[in-house]
Each structure stands twice: as C-alpha cells, then as structure tokens.
C-alpha cells in the first residue's frame, strides 16, 4: 500500500479536464500577468470568505510583507506572535525591520496563548524581573536592523496553526484594548470558520497561502490579502507592483514585484469546484482519526464546537521524544510518511539568535516540538487506510 502524505494526484483525477479548460482559456487569451482570472479568483474567494477585498500575491509570505507595509509597520515596531509557526511568518515582520516578540502557545490550541499574550504586553509596558521572556536589545538582524530597547507593540499576528482558528473573541478584545493591528496569518486555515466567521474576515488583514501543500494549493506559488479597509486593499495594490501610481512608470513608494501569475488563479478556480466539498471531506478523516485513537495514550487534536478547523494538518503527541522515535520507526517499516511540524520553534531558530532569547523562554513550544507529529492528511484519505496508520502508530 502507497500511501501519499496529501494526495494531489487523486484530486487532479477529478479537477483535470476544468483545470486544462481554464489553464487553455489563459494560453488563448495569452494576458499571462494580471489577466482576467486574477479578478475573477478575487471576487471569488472575497465572497466565499464573506470579506470586501482580496488581493491575489505571489506567495504567503508576501502577502505577510504586503499587509506588515500596508498597515504602516517601521523598523523597530513590536510585533508579537508565536513561536511555534512556520518560519515565515516571523520572518515577515523581521524582513519589514520591526522586532518580533515571541508569545508562547495554549497547548490545547497549539495557537497564541491569549493569557500570555496579555502577560508579555504588560510586560513591555513595565520590565518586571520573572516577567515573561522579552527580546533582548542590542541584537541586530541580518538586514541591520537593531533590537531597539522598549520596542512599542504595534500588531500582532495570529497563526491559525494546522487550520485550527484561534481564540479569535479573546484576541479581537485584547487589540482593541491595547489599540495593536490584528493580522491573521491564515496560511493554513484557509476555509476555517471560527463562530461562523471565515478566518479570513478576521482581523484589519488576514494573509493566506496558496503553497501547493496547503488546504486550497495551486500548481506553484500563491497567496492573497484579505481586507474590509478599502484604503488598505488600494495601497497593497500599488504595493504589490512597485509601489506604482497612476500608471505603470509613476512610482510614488518602494514596493514588491509580488504578483500571482493567471495560470496559477485559473488553476485556483478549478479547484473552488471540489474545495467546500474538500473541507468536509478532511473534517470526516479527521474526526476518524480522533475515534481511532480513542482511549490511546497520545494526545489527539481538540475539536471546538465553536470552529471549523481547515485541518491543514493532523497532529497529535506522543509521551516523549523516544515514543515518538519508536512510532516512526513503525511508521517507516510499513512505508508510512510522517512529518514534524516544527521541530524548531522560532526563538531557537540561528536567524532570530539576535533577538537574546534562550532555551526554556517558551516551555510549551519548546515541550511540544519534541513530542508533536503529523499524519497523512486530505479528502480522498480512506477509512481502511486510517486504520491501517493508526494501529500502526498504536503498535509502537
Ligand atoms: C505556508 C505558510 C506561510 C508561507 O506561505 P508561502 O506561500 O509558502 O510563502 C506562512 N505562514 C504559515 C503559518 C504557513 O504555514
């Protein structure tokens, strides 16, 4: 038995014959860069999310400096976010100059822990000994950007880490109270609802990505920027193609080449035809999963009544770092793939060494990266197959 981590090949089957129809309309009309289809796509995912704008980029991370710009975020800026996401996220507000200020993560979540999140905000507000962990100044990035002293909080970027919404009523009252942007990097929750609300009508912006592992993947690079600020939208317009004003040869600021070519939004609206159906289809494997490792000793994804996860990702804990060795072992004997997501988490990445943070600052995150792994997870994941990983999994 071959069985795929996400199974592509299995949807294209079913997508192929709209994905040529559309990738053929894009050939004969030969507008291979912002041609029609990237309108289209917009308009398309503005209203399935039930958000005014959308903005289709060249990649997740893009859309991540897009919206830090639009927002108006300097060098020296606080941005606080997790350390348990993908790099790219905190890259992103590094890459902009602004100082990341890591929040450890609800481990019933693995998302922004809210508690914390106010901990360290008050922390910044008045350096207390045996606060929570700060960035320390006197660092400087790769780009030159130095760790300013009391860096002021600007914005925060929630991860909806694996598809799993956070706790969004928490958060929204806290960056009210404490006046900070909220950005939603909805990488992976793309299709998520958290209180009937798509993750991507929540927040000032919320950035998703089009990656091809990710719920709704394109055949390359993609991403887009959701807003209800028409301000905003127009600036990350002018943003995304060099700063450009009036017309092509106006530059009235810097900006990105950060555009998504046509082929890539015709392939994305193939795939809108199977996706709601899609989200269901990963819910069910899901909640399989769940029922399969009932009365297990590992620790299984929490399903919210409130939310609708994307399940971008299904991952669950092992005891320690030995049982999860001994269930890859299992795993690879019978040509299992598995996957950790992070094994790393940020703070102790060498590229964010300059922001002073040490090994035990974030115990949760640190706890988790060596215990957490992931399972094959997509629609067309069978029953019978669950059941052949998880009692593989078991047998370690
Ligand atoms: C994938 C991902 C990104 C980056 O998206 P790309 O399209 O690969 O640039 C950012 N944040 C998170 C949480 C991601 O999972």
Redesign the pocket.
Known sequence: MNVPFIDLKTQFSLIKDQVQTNMDRVLDHGAYVMGPEIRELEKRLADFCGQKHALACS??????VLALLALDLKPGDGVLTTPF?????AE?IAFIGAVPIFVDIDPRTFNIDPAKLTQTLAALKKREKNGPALPRSGGKSQLGHPVPKDPVPRAVIS???FGLPCDYDQLEEIVRSENLKLIV?A??SFGAEYKGRSTCAIGDLA?T???P??PLGCYG???MCFTSHTATHQLMESLRVHGQGRDRYENVRLGLNARMDTLQAAVLLAKMEVFPRELELRCKAAENYNRLFEGSDLAVPRIFPDRKSAW?QYSLLARDRDHRQAIFKELEKNNIPWAIYYPLPLHRQKAFTYLGYETGDFPVSEDFSERIFSLPMHPYLESHVQEKIVRTVLSA
């Open positions: 990649s997740g991370t893009d859309a991540l996401t993908f790099f790219a996220t992103a991860v909806d880490l990097d990488a992976q950035c990505s089009f990656f592992a990710k690079d993609g991403g971008a």
